[in-house]
């Protein structure tokens, strides 16, 4: 009996154990899966170089993330602040499954696992990846590297303002319609993780639009077009009622980013529309800021791989969309070698030229000077301090005077034309401005392979309605680029000439 009474475990120490398990074990394991869950920080990678460019990360899901189920779920809840269905009316790219349905998320977003919840934002290819159309009936081809003619990022912003200080921004309406899109949320999300953070993002960007609130007084930019360096005041929190009105509406096109290592070598030549910066790797670090990226959160190593990408990416050439005249092209190529290979290079592939990559002073080019007034001294002086305490402090930023001559690869895909985009074809870009369209329409993907621009004479199609932009509203003049030394007094046939070896480029 005394041995029996030995081996019998004493109560006190049983309840010991199970007080132990209770309080101790038990919140422990929680506390790990909690830890684990919420300090994750995994975005979604992808192998393929070009895959990355199109869906990976920059960073800017850290802070300025939707988390998945909310972006999915607002152009149902919000779809009265969008001009059509779903962000594809924005003139967001899809891409296409097997079975013919649209791929789950635009081109030019990425996805991150980050404090529990899977966000999504955009990434560089939202600015840098649009379609073209052969004729209307016929499918879109999704060009990369192009710039962004059918993406309306102001609307785009706009969208998430109104939405966000609409009573509808609330759990009580998101998380009906997230279960309706079939998320299947577990507990934990659904009562705590989901109701938070509509609360949070709610916060977030009726803050971020009280700071952007300069945008809504603007005049539309329309697709294809972004206010880039008044977006960049922001991030230093200038009291955007208090600059010089001449700053303002200051729309410039989207660039197309093929080719980057022959604008760093054999020289490195002025880069942004005005030459504000010479260093690619700078000025892909600045425009990563519009994806939403802090100097904390930048994601450097995902980056590189994109500056990996548009070192040596090529444009698509015209000819594998529409023929070219041989015969005609090769009367133009004199023309070109007079009247434009010093400022722009030798052809679509071969940039040399004396002048080009350089400012042309405004006086002599004579474009609308909007987007150069855009960026002032100050600012520059301002972006020097970001990175402050970094290795890749900003050192290059400085005020023009004028606008860089680009190169001309892929010149067919970046129309319209003009830092601005307001002249909608080459053909048009070389009759003097007086001849030019005073108003035209932007955001069709279809081609005019004869004029070399979208076609811009067609108010919508397939119930989208497209931009009408005025050339008389500011920051959309059409005038410069023109006189005897930039070709618009040669004859029709010199034009017509001039214009098909420009189809080679």
């Not at 170089?49 to 990976?56: D, L, Q």
């Not at 916060?203 to 697709?223: E, I, M, S, T, Y």
């Not at 329409?441 to 199609?461: I, L, M, Q």
């Not at 497209?466 to 004859?491: C, I, M, Q, W």
């Given at each position: 009996m005394?041995?029996?009474?030995?081996?019998?475990?004493?109560p006190?120490k049983?309840?010991?154990?199970i007080?132990l398990?209770?309080?101790?074990i038990?919140p422990?394991?929680?506390g790990?899966?909690?830890?684990?869950?919420?300090?994750?920080?995994?975005?979604?990678?992808?192998?393929n170089p070009?895959?990355?460019?199109?869906?990976?990360s920059?960073?800017?899901?850290h802070?300025?993330?939707?988390?998945?189920?909310?972006w999915?779920?607002?152009?149902?809840?919000?779809p009265?602040?969008?001009?059509?269905?779903g962000?594809?009316?924005?003139?967001?790219v899809?891409e296409k499954?097997?079975?013919g349905?649209?791929?789950?998320?635009?081109?030019g977003?990425?996805?991150?696992r980050?404090?529990?919840v899977?966000?999504?934002?955009?990434?560089c290819?939202?600015?840098?990846v649009?379609?073209?159309?052969?004729?209307?009936?016929?499918?879109?081809?999704?060009?990369?590297g192009?710039?962004?003619a059918?993406?309306?990022?102001?609307a785009?912003?706009?969208?998430?303002?109104?939405?966000a200080a609409d009573?509808?921004f609330?759990?009580?309406?998101?998380?009906?319609e997230?279960?309706k899109q079939?998320a299947?949320l577990?507990?934990?999300?659904?009562?705590?993780?989901?109701?938070?953070?509509?609360?949070i993002?709610?916060?977030?960007?009726l803050a971020?639009?009280?700071?952007?609130?300069?945008?809504?007084?603007?005049?539309d930019?329309?697709?294809?077009?972004?206010?880039t360096f008044?977006?960049?005041k922001?991030?230093?929190?200038w009291?955007?009622h208090?600059?010089?009105?001449?700053?303002?509406?200051?729309?410039a096109d989207f660039?197309?980013?093929?080719?980057q290592?022959?604008?760093m070598?054999?020289k490195?030549?002025?880069?942004?529309?005005?030459?504000?910066n010479?260093?690619?790797?700078e000025?892909n670090?600045?425009?990563a800021?519009?994806?939403?990226?802090?100097?904390?959160t930048?994601?450097?190593?995902?980056?590189?791989?994109?500056?990996?990408?548009?070192?040596?990416?090529?444009?698509l050439?015209?000819?594998?969309?529409?023929?070219?005249d041989r015969?005609?092209?090769?009367?133009?190529?004199?023309?070109?070698?007079?009247?434009?290979?010093?400022?722009?290079g030798?052809s679509?592939?071969?940039?040399?030229?004396?002048?080009?990559?350089?400012?042309?002073?405004?006086?002599?080019?004579?474009t609308?000077?909007?987007?150069?007034?855009s960026?002032?001294?100050?600012?520059?002086?301002?972006?020097a301090?970001?990175?402050?305490?970094y290795p890749?402090?900003?050192?290059?930023?400085?005020?023009t005077?004028?606008?860089a001559?680009?190169?001309l690869?892929?010149?067919w895909?970046?129309?319209?034309y003009?830092?601005n985009?307001?002249?909608?074809?080459?053909?048009?870009?070389?009759e003097?401005?007086?001849?030019?369209?005073k108003a035209?329409?932007r955001g069709?993907?279809?081609y005019?392979?004869v004029?070399v621009?979208?076609?811009?004479?067609v108010t919508?199609a397939?119930g989208?309605?497209f931009?009408?932009?005025?050339?008389?509203?500011?920051?959309?003049?059409?005038?410069?680029?023109?006189g005897?030394?930039?070709?618009?007094?040669?004859s029709?046939?010199?034009k017509?000439?001039l214009?098909?070896f420009?189809?080679?480029?």
């Amino acid at each position: 009996m005394n041995e029996e009474l030995k081996q019998t475990p004493s109560p006190w120490k049983r309840r010991f154990l199970i007080l132990l398990v209770i309080t101790v074990i038990i919140p422990g394991f929680i506390g790990l899966l909690f830890l684990k869950r919420f300090t994750e920080d995994i975005p979604v990678d992808y192998a393929n170089p070009t895959e990355h460019f199109k869906y990976g990360s920059t960073g800017g899901e850290h802070e300025m993330g939707f988390p998945y189920w909310i972006w999915k779920a607002l152009p149902e809840v919000c779809p009265q602040y969008l001009p059509g269905k779903g962000y594809q009316s924005l003139g967001m790219v899809y891409e296409k499954n097997p079975d013919g349905s649209d791929r789950d998320l635009p081109v030019g977003t990425s996805q991150r696992r980050f404090q529990g919840v899977d966000r999504v934002f955009v990434n560089c290819a939202v600015c840098h990846v649009s379609t073209v159309r052969t004729a209307a009936d016929q499918p879109a081809t999704i060009v990369l590297g192009m710039p962004a003619a059918t993406f309306n990022m102001k609307a785009f912003e706009e969208f998430f303002f109104r939405c966000a200080a609409d009573p509808k921004f609330s759990k009580e309406f998101i998380l009906p319609e997230i279960e309706k899109q079939g998320a299947n949320l577990d507990l934990l999300d659904r009562y705590l993780v989901y109701p938070i953070a509509i609360a949070i993002m709610r916060d977030r960007v009726l803050a971020l639009a009280g700071r952007f609130d300069w945008v809504f007084k603007q005049h539309d930019w329309g697709p294809g077009r972004v206010d880039t360096f008044n977006s960049a005041k922001v991030i230093f929190n200038w009291p955007m009622h208090l600059l010089d009105p001449k700053e303002f509406d200051a729309p410039a096109d989207f660039p197309s980013i093929w080719r980057q290592r022959q604008r760093m070598e054999p020289k490195e030549m002025q880069l942004h529309w005005d030459g504000n910066n010479t260093t690619v790797e700078e000025r892909n670090k600045s425009a990563a800021f519009g994806t939403g990226t802090t100097p904390p959160t930048i994601d450097l190593q995902r980056i590189k791989r994109v500056e990996a990408w548009i070192r040596e990416a090529e444009p698509l050439p015209f000819s594998a969309f529409f023929p070219v005249d041989r015969d005609m092209a090769a009367q133009g190529a004199p023309i070109y070698q007079k009247y434009c290979a010093s400022c722009h290079g030798a052809s679509g592939s071969d940039f040399t030229g004396e002048y080009v990559g350089t400012v042309e002073p405004l006086a002599r080019i004579g474009t609308d000077r909007r987007r150069l007034d855009s960026y002032t001294y100050t600012l520059a002086v301002n972006q020097a301090t970001l990175y402050a305490g970094y290795p890749w402090r900003f050192t290059h930023f400085q005020k023009t005077h004028g606008y860089a001559n680009m190169p001309l690869d892929g010149l067919w895909l970046r129309a319209p034309y003009l830092h601005n985009g307001s002249v909608p074809s080459l053909r048009d870009l070389l009759e003097p401005a007086a001849k030019r369209p005073k108003a035209f329409y932007r955001g069709n993907d279809v081609y005019d392979p004869v004029k070399v621009g979208f076609v811009s004479n067609v108010t919508e199609a397939g119930g989208k309605k497209f931009f009408r932009l005025d050339t008389t509203v500011p920051g959309n003049g059409n005038g410069g680029h023109e006189g005897k030394a930039y070709g618009t007094e040669l004859s029709d046939g010199e034009k017509a000439a001039l214009v098909e070896f420009l189809k080679t480029f």
